[in-house]
Nanobody
Framework: QLQLVESGGGLVQPGGSLRLSCSAS????????IGWFRQAPGKEREGVSC????????NYADSVKGRFTISRDNAKNTVYLQMNNLEPEDTAVYYC??????????????????WGKGTLVTVSS
């Protein structure tokens, strides 16, 4: 059973940066893709970015392209989301998730089968 644990959230001023971490355990990880999703108050959960743990291919939502960078450290079983130039609209609970083994890197929350519990990111002055 794959387990995902997020960390790194917090309060940051507009224009600032944060790095989120998603630690994975419990399975053979290089057959998975890991995605970051977020849910703002009163809004639906949306995809942010995903990465293949096998070949490192990535995918980004248009709203974060050029500001967020996803990366992996397979030796540490960890996926990172570096978030730069943060905006108040980025305020949300951020989750990492996976659809399961041998699945494509997509940003649809409905196809994810394993979720972490989330970490809160607040962008405010």
């Amino acid at each position: 059973q794959l387990q995902l644990v997020e960390s790194g959230g917090g309060l940051v001023q507009p224009g600032g940066s944060l790095r989120l971490s998603c630690s994975a355990s419990g399975s053979t990880l290089n057959v998975y893709v890991i995605g970051w999703f977020r849910q703002a108050p009163g809004k639906e959960r949306e995809g942010v970015s995903c990465i293949s743990l096998n070949d490192g291919r990535t995918n980004y939502a248009d709203s974060v392209k050029g500001r967020f960078t996803i990366s992996r450290d397979n030796a540490k079983n960890t996926v990172y989301l570096q978030m730069n130039n943060l905006e108040p609209e980025d305020t949300a609970v951020y989750y990492c998730a996976t659809p399961g083994p041998f699945r494509p890197c997509v940003l649809y929350p409905s196809v994810m089968n394993y979720w972490g519990k989330g970490t809160l990111v607040t962008v405010s002055s």
